[in-house]
Nanobody
Framework: VQLQASGGGLVQAGGSLRLSCAAS????????MGWFRQAPGKEREAVAA????????YYADSVKGRFAISRDDANNMVYLQMNSLKPEDTAIYYC??????????????????WGQGTLVTVSS
């Protein structure tokens, strides 16, 4: 399984970006997917996740109402639409495939495959 994140860049505060994650494999539609981020000097943290059927979404409190996760199973893609961006959203963003329901959606141990990350920089 390979995950390829893209769409990062430099944006002014208040702006928008859409991140994309392309996944390989024929079983993509059977897995929940998540987005995480890691800012310099900080631990990786969960941002959003979406269930295998797209029916359930989860968001960190810090991004609720601003970010939206979605998936396109026909093309093995998962997206993160980010609106009203803030300087504190600056981080490397990673997509990941969830493998276990033993931990919460926000727990790193719930995910087994990770993309290489895409950098989002929000200027003030």
């Amino acid at each position: 399984v390979q995950l390829q994140a893209s769409g990062g860049g430099l944006v002014q505060a208040g702006g928008s970006l859409r991140l994309s994650c392309a996944a390989s494999g024929r079983t993509f539609s059977t897995y929940s997917m998540g987005w995480f981020r890691q800012a310099p000097g900080k631990e990786r943290e969960a941002v959003a996740a979406i269930s295998w059927d797209g029916g359930i979404t989860y968001y960190a409190d810090s991004v609720k109402g601003r970010f939206a996760i979605s998936r396109d199973d026909a093309n093995n893609m998962v997206y993160l639409q980010m609106n009203s961006l803030k300087p504190e959203d600056t981080a490397i963003y990673y997509c990941a495939r969830r493998c276990s329901a033993s931990y919460s959606w926000a727990h790193l141990s719930s995910y087994e495959y990770w993309g290489q990350g895409t950098l989002v920089t929000v200027s003030s």
